[in-house]
């Protein structure tokens, strides 16, 4: 019974939050804004999101939620590459200097993030990025985080499958592509989702690298709205709950393969 008690009580912690702002979007800004609060909309409406939706030039918040759909797809995509190879190589492949490879990698994931931010801002200045989608995409690509994950899942794999394919034949692309990947889907789908989140989520470099409005994404873009709209919480909340459609459904599709992934990948606590 307690151990109920506690997972109700977490799960009101962690959907209250959603439910305050779904609420707090289908009222006036009146009642909004009225002391003591209320949970539910006494007179509901829709005018919140008819102001989302509508947009004007400076804020066009359906082009920002296509721009976050589109960076942070992209994003993943491009991290699902580059780390499954380099974890692929770290882990099934034997070559000098491998375990000092790694071990640098590793490293990295224990230096603050905004060590880097100046740096990967001169890069995307020098190839002409700044001011587009691309900028958004393509830096943190081969974060270190995916290539240890992934390697970690990797090593687990039976190693008689990779011997058992090159006698057959088969060389370390066909292994890869044919053996490892579709043997590690849960990884992958754990992968794709943090790293779906991590661009979706961002908040700092989205504001260094972007400088048009109909080039941000949601999180920037939200806080112009509040400056827009004076904090009219409804309208804020509107297009927070607008924010989270994309990420609820991202999870509730791949919550048996994250799961998976994560007690398999050796990040248990």
Known sequence: MRRYTGLLALAVLFVGPLVWALGVSFKTQTEATR?????LPAEPTTSAYGTVFQGTTDTPVLRWFANSLIAATAHMLLVLAVSSLAAYALARLEFRGKKLMFGVIVGT????GFVFLIPQFL???QLGWLDSLTALVVPGAAGAFGVFFLRQFFVGLPRELDEAALMEGANH???FWRITLPLSRPALATLAVLSFLSNWNDFIWPIYVIFSPEYFTLPPGLSILQGAYT???PVIMAGAVLASIPVLILFSLTQRYVIEGISRSGLKG
Request: hydrophobic share 55%; aromatic share 12%.
């Open 35 to 39: 002391v003591p609060p209320t949970l």
């Open 109 to 112: 994931l224990l230096v603050p």
């Open 123 to 125: 890069i995307v200045d």
């Open 173 to 175: 692309w066909h292994i």
């Open 231 to 233: 904090i009219h919480y």
